[in-house]
């Protein structure tokens, strides 16, 4: 699986609660906190399909040193 992270509401920010996926027919995704930006709500965790149209960018290089 290819994974990577999402651009939130399409860019440049980067969402740090949805992973993205490369397939075939498309970008897919899943929002794992809902609404986490606002910071006037408690923070809930969800799970929420994206289904196609996730925007995918792969993640940097990784180093174990």
Known sequence: MDLGRNLKRGGPE????????????????VDLGFDYDNYGTTLVLYWGEAGLGATYTPYGPVSCQ
């Open 14 to 29: 980067i969402s740090i609660d949805f992973l993205a996926w490369r397939r075939a027919d498309g970008e897919m995704g």
